[in-house]
């Protein structure tokens, strides 16, 4: 499977500012996602981040808040804009893998106070 | 859209014995269905999967069985292990993967 790496690995940030994360994968990659994890729950897809266009978000996630950027098949970052201590949270970048299976970086996680 | 019921939310078993979890879909066009652990602190593993042409699938201790007709798939550990402790999410996939709500598995020496 793939190696998928993410920066930073956490964060402490003030509200009302805003967190960039990275996701870097090792090969090239079509599909690639990111998700969230809120202390002891389950994992809820923000958006598909798709290459050469705008992400794919799903209900309850708008662009504003999370901006996605996809420049290549290796990479792509979100963005937590305007941060309230609700977005504290883990934030998972996943990468689909031929044909079916998909993988999980490390998690990015965010702390706002 | 899809949605996935897992159940139950908390399992304990003693060293040895066996573990099952539960979970059910909605979306009929889901056609895989991957299953998770996460340690603490970790990211979630892909354990084991399954595509809807099979009805079950088995590596070592742990295996998975599915049933279309009724919309379940299940996810059985047999002769647990206290490094078996974890919590598994169950997954199913139409267009995306949508996860289950979690099954906290501990295993007692």
């Known amino acids: 499977s793939a190696v998928i790496s993410q920066k930073p690995s956490r964060d402490i940030c003030q509200r009302g500012t805003s967190l960039t994360i990275q996701c870097q994968v090792d090969s090239q990659v079509t599909m690639m996602f990111w998700y969230r994890q809120q202390p002891g729950q389950s994992l809820t897809l923000i958006a598909t981040a798709n290459q050469g266009s705008e992400a794919t978000y799903e209900s309850g996630f708008v662009i504003d808040k999370f901006p996605i950027s996809r420049p290549n098949l290796t990479f792509s970052t979100l963005t937590v804009s305007n941060m309230s201590p609700e977005d504290s949270s883990i934030y998972l970048c996943?990468?689909?893998?031929?044909?079916?299976?998909?993988?999980f970086g490390p998690g990015t996680r965010l702390t706002v106070t | 859209g899809e949605n996935v019921e897992q159940h139950p939310s908390t399992l304990s078993v003693q060293e040895g014995d066996s573990a099952v979890i539960k979970c059910t879909y909605s979306?009929?066009?889901?056609?895989?269905f991957p299953w998770y652990k996460q340690e603490l602190g970790k990211r979630p593993q892909l354990i084991i999967d399954?595509?809807?042409?099979?009805g079950e699938k088995k590596d070592q201790r742990i295996a998975v069985t599915l049933n279309k007709t009724a919309k379940h798939f299940s996810l059985h550990i047999t002769e647990t292990q206290p490094e078996d402790s974890a919590v598994y999410f169950c997954?199913?996939?139409?267009?995306?993967?949508?996860f289950g709500t979690g099954t906290r598995l501990q295993v007692f020496p």
């Open positions: 399954i595509r809807s042409n099979v």
């Open positions: 997954a199913a996939r139409a267009d995306k993967l949508i």
């Open positions: 996943s990468v689909g893998a031929y044909p079916y299976e998909q993988y």
């Open positions: 979306d009929s066009a889901s056609n895989y």
